[in-house]
């Protein structure tokens, strides 16, 4: 008898433990995008995406500072935050929403998962509902999760304007990819 609730207090524990984080922060998001034309490709990266994943209820959250992104060439990232993004008026995307297919999704257990979110990307001072594709994968026993997506944003769709001198050298769809890392 005494065997049997040792074991059930252990097992709460362990279960408390794991389901008591289960909020993830992480401030090192690694975001990037690229744009291929036959004239140009252009390519910036951030590592300051701000993400926070409650693992309970599948809401995420992802904050970039736009002028966090780094291009190879210095005119580029200077025409990109002072022309098209106007980052010291606008200076950060974010995405919010939510996991929709949470159920499918096994924290505990190493693997990788399909996940589908749904939620609200605002770039530019621009909010759209989007609904996205991309994987999590779980290792080191569940202490260990990175959260991957890539997709496609319309730079019309969140009033950027492209000069017309420049329209044949920026995509109309840019690639975006997203890779966050959290650790528990």
């Not at 999760?145 to 730079?155: E, G, L, R, W």
Request: hydrophobic share 40%.
């Amino acid at each position: 008898m005494k065997k049997g609730l040792l074991f059930v207090a252990l097992l709460l524990a362990m279960q408390l433990g794991t389901f008591g984080q289960t909020k993830l922060i992480t401030k090192t998001g690694h975001v990037w995008f690229n744009s291929k034309t036959p004239t140009e490709t252009i390519e910036a990266h951030s590592r300051q995406a701000v993400s926070l994943m409650e693992m309970s209820n599948g809401n995420i959250a992802i904050e970039i500072p736009i002028m966090s992104f780094v291009f190879p060439k210095t005119l580029m990232q200077e025409h990109f935050n002072e022309t098209y993004m106007q980052s010291r008026n606008l200076p950060k995307a974010k995405f919010s929403g939510k996991i929709i297919n949470l159920n499918e999704i096994r924290f505990a257990t190493d693997g990788t998962y399909n996940a589908i979110v749904e939620g609200d990307l605002t770039i530019h001072g621009v909010t759209k509902k989007v609904k996205q594709t991309g994987s999590i994968a779980v290792s080191a026993g569940g202490t260990k999760i990175k959260i991957t997506s890539q997709f496609k944003v319309a730079p019309r769709d969140y009033n950027i304007v492209i000069e017309s001198r420049f329209a044949n050298n920026i995509a109309a769809l840019i690639d975006v990819n997203v890779d966050i890392d959290f650790t528990k």
